[in-house]
């Protein structure tokens, strides 16, 4: 029961985060994804901090410094520039694809059995993904398609070694939190700069959706994602990530009056199949067939 109730936490930040495309296209200003990665990081890790007031300590400046540019520093320029590269679906596929490398982290770096169970279902999964998200008028933006595979890659590399090195004893889910959010965002400051320049203006629409992704959709749901990497399995916690386009997809037909067609909604239940099972061990008879 207790894993449980840590799964339905994990889960609020993949569903949140997928609210990112429509943020990004509909109220931050175009071109310049660096910029909305650092305010949906710095201001929320320093915030978090002053609260918290524990800074990292021996080998752990340097394991923070790590995992906030892989999960933070990296990924979220990454996120963003497949987000306005790339129609909404494609980046949410290509995004889809980060199960398969923390499965296969997990073996190489975690030592783990490689588990066939989790691997079918996160291709199941990914397959369900694709069907919703995919169209014939999808396009396929050469800086994009690498930034969404970028950008996967990273989080996957990420997710595992936090799951590696765990969650030290003095550190909370919040402080630990706020040690990557800074962590990724004074990593992304001077490769801001360097690389768009002065800072776009920002009108009322555009300070809402940053606040949103910072506040929400960066502290609040890291919180709760990071807490659920150290407790629960990663390849389990890794699936998740699939709602985000599943939310994503939603989002679109609420707020920009898209619509679903039957293959669409059976890519939809593919990927809700794929992301609740893989949360459950594999069952004895299926153990010996994938054997």
Request: aromatic letters at 10%.
């Amino acid at each position: 029961m207790r894993n449980h109730f840590r799964t339905a936490l994990a889960a609020f930040a993949p569903v949140v985060w997928g609210s990112t495309y429509v943020v990004t296209t509909e109220l931050l200003p175009a071109g310049h994804p660096l910029f909305a990665g650092l305010l949906r990081s710095l201001p929320a890790g320093l915030i978090a901090l002053a609260i918290t007031r524990t800074p990292p300590h021996g080998r752990w400046w340097a394991r923070a410094a790590v995992l906030g540019v892989l999960n933070i520093g990296l990924f979220f320029p990454f996120l963003f520039i497949a987000a306005e590269r790339l129609p909404g679906g494609v980046a949410a596929t290509l995004g889809a694809a980060q199960p398969l490398v923390v499965a296969a982290l997990a073996v190489g770096v975690l030592k783990e059995s490689p588990s066939a169970w989790r691997f079918a279902w996160g291709v199941i999964g990914l397959i369900g993904v694709g069907l919703v998200v995919l169209g014939p008028a999808a396009g396929f933006d050469g800086i994009g398609v690498l930034a969404g595979l970028g950008g996967a890659a990273t989080m996957a590399l990420g997710v595992t070694l936090t799951k590696k090195w765990g969650r030290p004893a003095e550190a909370s889910p919040t402080t630990f939190a706020a040690w990557q959010l800074t962590a990724g965002g004074l990593f992304l400051v001077p490769v801001t700069f360097l690389f768009e320049g002065a800072p776009p203006a920002i009108d009322l629409p555009a300070a809402l959706g940053y606040l949103w992704l910072g506040g929400v959709g960066g502290l609040l749901a890291y919180v709760l994602w990071f807490r659920a990497i150290t407790t629960l399995p990663v390849t389990s916690v890794s699936m998740l990530g699939l709602l985000s386009p599943m939310v994503a997809a939603v989002l679109g037909v609420v707020v920009l009056g898209q619509t679903l067609n039957p293959v669409q909604l059976l890519g939809f239940a593919l990927a809700l199949i794929a992301i609740v099972a893989s949360q459950r061990p594999a069952p004895a008879l299926a153990k010996a067939a994938l054997r």
